[in-house]
Nanobody, 121 residues
Framework: QGQLVESGGGLVQPGGSLRLSCKTT????????MGWYRQAPGKERELVATVTSSGTTYYGDSVKGRFTISRDNAKITVDLQMNSLKPEDTAVYYC???????????????WGQGTQVTVSS
């Protein structure tokens, strides 16, 4: 069964940068969109950025020009480079991928466990 494992969260000062990484495990037989979402306390989960299997990217309005999503189809990983971070970027960030595995040979949406990003001075 596929799993997503995130890394790279932490505490950073306003204006700083962080890079989140997400790797997949399991016998992946099909991979479609990958992306990052976030959820701040008391708020709904929101889309941060997505990237299709062909490399087309989409960003939420609040992160355009500051965040960059990238993926490696060979390694089946997706990264999020976050620059010019603001306190309002503070949230738990979740990796998401639409994958099919040998154990579950139909495309399903998988989520990572989340990684905390805190932007504070």
């Amino acid at each position: 069964q596929g799993q997503l494992v995130e890394s790279g969260g932490g505490l950073v000062q306003p204006g700083g940068s962080l890079r989140l990484s997400c790797k997949t495990t399991g016998s992946i037989i099909s991979l479609r969109d990958m992306g990052w979402y976030r959820q701040a306390p008391g708020k709904e989960r929101e889309l941060v950025a997505t990237v299709t299997s062909s490399g087309t990217t989409y960003y939420g309005d609040s992160v355009k020009g500051r965040f960059t999503i990238s993926r490696d189809n060979a390694k089946i990983t997706v990264d999020l480079q976050m620059n010019s971070l603001k306190p309002e970027d503070t949230a738990v960030y979740y990796c998401n991928a639409e994958i099919a595995t040998r154990a579950r040979p139909w495309v399903s949406s998988y989520w990572g466990q989340g990684t905390q990003v805190t932007v504070s001075s």
